[in-house]
Nanobody, 126 residues
């Protein structure tokens, strides 16, 4: 079965950095677009970054553009999220997701992704 396992979350001070990792198994990784979503308490799940199958197309909401970088390694079935200049409003549970259509990001809404990890907590202290 498909498994997505996130790691790398933790507590960081405002302005600090974290790198999240997601290990994928049970799927032909290069056939899937990948994304990171996040969900803070009382808020809807929102996308933080998305990437197409070969990494040439990436997508970010304005709230993280210039601070977050998504990347993937198809040889290792891994996707990463480098988060810099973290702010308190970035605090959330971050989820790795696999989906799209033949590796192309067709939607950045949660419904555009079929498989999800369990999430990793990111806490940003002010």
């Amino acid at each position: 079965q498909v498994q997505l396992v996130e790691s790398g979350g933790g507590l960081v001070q405002t302005g600090g950095s974290l790198r999240l990792s997601c290990a994928a198994s049970g799927l032909t990784f290069r056939n899937y677009a990948m994304a990171w979503f996040r969900q803070a308490p009382g808020k809807e799940r929102e996308y933080a970054a998305a990437i197409g199958w070969n990494g040439t197309r990436t997508y970010y909401p304005d709230s993280v553009k210039g601070r977050f970088t998504i990347s993937r390694d198809n040889a290792k079935n891994m996707v990463y999220l480098q988060m810099n200049s973290l702010k308190p409003e970035d605090a959330a549970v971050y989820y790795c997701a696999a989906g799209g259509n033949n590796g192309v990001v067709t939607s950045v809404r949660p419904r555009g992704f079929a498989y999800w990890g369990q999430g990793t907590q990111v806490t940003v202290s002010s």
